[in-house]
């Protein structure tokens, strides 16, 4: 009889998986907790704060997946490190999809996705587990990257391989004793560093729009509020003349504009997998720093400098948003970007106002607008007229020749 239950036992270990799930504490991935538990395997429950938990949430979360099963649970922060490897660059960038969505969500997933691989790696880990379904852009994203940096390490999806409807998971956890409060929201709501993504009902129509509750802000302020950016080199580093680190800034500029409710709107593109989607999203501070950092752009870079960072800087944006942040164009983009942004620095003042903001100006050593080489408009200081006039006549040339040449057709 021992010698049976010895063989059994040595049965089950060989089937056992060690599993690393990027786990949220949402339903998706307490559902994969609970259901790869069941099956006996060891999951190791691991987090990624970009941002979206607080202290309180994260010791919420190691409670809940020590109860529903983890073999363990771990928290990693990589707030500093979406910052640097990230968030910089979309502000280099001025990156808005489809000139839009400042890629909240999207961004996050990238980071996420690499430090859950590295834990895997780092654990030896026979498995890596998410809660994407088979509709989104997250399966892809996960995906490609996991498949990147670790292909000997197989990725299970339970939701995504079983078409799980929500109601479905529920009941799969309501069966297996677990009632967390999960079920009764109306909205989807993803929160990080760099902004707040929000789905409904109304989300998946293309002639709704969201109610102003479906927003987690609520409007506390209604008087004008000015307030300057300062920014480094590219790089926000401070705030009405106080010095802080970006991460700061940006935590304590999105903090402001909460309370007007500055950065709502409803981003429509196209997926990686070919439909389109809707998203409604809130994001004051990234929306606030992007368009400040433009404005400052304007006045310190030439014509052809904005131009080239427009055409790379939509490229870029793209590739992030569809998961290929490992192809190493991405770096030789950011160096270029990186490199465009030597003379920006300078403050920038703005107005703001519920739901809104005005950009008033800039101030900056390096501004290109300078009245020592003429006024728009007004005076010039540095040419005359003949000098004008010559210039006009040869930019004219290759029009005149065409449609001098072309005239008779």
């Known amino acids: 009889m021992f010698v049976y239950r010895n063989v059994i036992r040595t049965k089950k270990i060989n089937k056992m998986k ?18 790869l538990s069941n099956e006996g395997h060891q999951v190791h429950a691991v987090s990624i704060n970009t941002g979206g938990f607080s202290k309180k949430e994260i010791i919420s979360m190691n409670k809940k997946a020590i109860e529903m099963g983890a073999y ?10 979406f910052y640097e490897k990230i968030i910089k660059y979309l502000v280099y960038g001025n990156v808005l999809k489809n000139n839009t969505y400042p890629l909240s969500v999207s961004s996050e997933r990238v980071i996420q996705a690499i430090e859950i691989v590295n834990y895997a790696i780092k654990n030896n880990a026979t498995h890596i587990s998410h809660g994407s379904t088979g509709a989104g852009n997250d399966q892809v994203r996960f995906d490609m990257i996991f498949q990147i940096l670790a292909p000997e390490i197989k990725i299970l999806t339970p939701i995504r391989d ?23 929201a109306k909205y989807s709501i993803n929160k990080g560093l760099w902004g707040t993504s929000v789905g409904g009902d109304e989300t998946l129509t293309s002639n709704k729009k969201l109610p102003s509750d479906a927003y987690p802000s609520k409007l506390l302020k209604q008087d004008e509020f000015d307030i300057s950016l ?15 680190s970006p991460v700061e800034c940006i935590k304590k500029l ?25 998203v409604g999203f809130e994001a004051g501070g990234p929306m606030v720093i992007i368009k400040a950092h433009h404005l400052l752009e304007k006045h310190v870079l030439t014509k052809w400098q904005q131009y080239q960072k427009e ?9 992030l948003h569809e998961g290929n942040y490992l192809d190493p164009v991405m770096r030789d983009i950011e160096s270029f970007l990186k490199s465009s942004q030597i003379n920006v620095s300078g403050d920038v003042y703005l107005t703001l106002s519920p739901y809104r903001y005005i950009l008033n100006g800039v101030e900056s050593d390096n501004d290109l607008m300078n009245p020592q080489f003429g006024s728009y408009g007004e005076l010039n200081k540095k040419w005359n007229a003949d000098d004008a006039k010559g210039f006009i006549k040869i930019i004219s040339n290759q029009n005149k020749i065409y449609q001098n040449v072309t005239k008779s057709k």
Request: charged share 25%; proline share 0%; net charge positive.
């Open 72 to 81: 363990c649970f771990k928290s990693i922060e990589a707030v500093d490190l």
């Open 254 to 278: 999105s903090l402001i504009c909460n309370k007007y409710c500055i950065g709502r709107d409803i981003h429509v593109g196209d997926t990686i997998i070919g439909i389109k989607g809707r």
């Open 230 to 244: 300062s920014f480094y080199k590219g790089e926000i580093c401070g705030i009405n003349g106080k010095k802080h």
């Open 18 to 35: 060690k599993i690393v799930l990027a786990y949220s504490g949402g339903l998706d991935t307490s559902y994969c907790l609970k259901k």
């Open 162 to 184: 079983n078409s799980l409807s929500r109601e479905e998971e529920i009941k799969y956890l309501k069966n297996n004793g677990v009632n967390l409060k999960w079920s009764k």
């Open 311 to 319: 055409q790379l800087s939509k490229f870029y944006g793209m590739q």
